[in-house]
Nanobody
């Protein structure tokens, strides 16, 4: 079992930056994939980014590519999502997730989820 806790959300102005953190506890595997998803009010949860245990196989949604950077520190059991040049459309609850080695961009491919952290970008 894995437990995930996100932090770092908040209110920023358009063009600003935030860094989200996701700290894991419990049993983890070297082959695990860490992903970030977000859910805006009234919309479905959507894929943002993913990263493999070794820092390879990084993928981003087209909407955030070039602005967001995903990383992880396995010694600290923590993943990060650096968000730059934030836009109002980035406003959402951001969720960290852990899945097996085959987890890609679909939410059903992930096994464990954090509680989410709110990101609000003012226009």
């Amino acid at each position: 079992q894995v437990q995930l806790v996100e932090s770092g959300g908040g209110l920023v102005q358009a063009g600003g930056s935030l860094r989200l953190s996701c700290t894991a506890s419990g049993r983890t595997f070297s082959s695990s994939i860490m992903g970030w998803f977000r859910q805006a009010p009234g919309k479905e949860r959507e894929f943002v980014a993913r990263i493999a245990w070794g820092g390879t196989n990084i993928n981003y949604a087209d909407s955030v590519k070039g602005r967001f950077t995903i990383s992880r520190d396995n010694a600290k059991k923590t993943g990060y999502l650096q968000m730059n040049n934030l836009k109002p459309e980035d406003t959402a609850v951001y969720y960290c997730a852990i899945g097996g080695s085959l987890s890609r961009t679909a939410r059903y491919e992930y096994d464990y989820w954090g509680q989410g952290t709110q990101v609000t970008v003012a226009s």
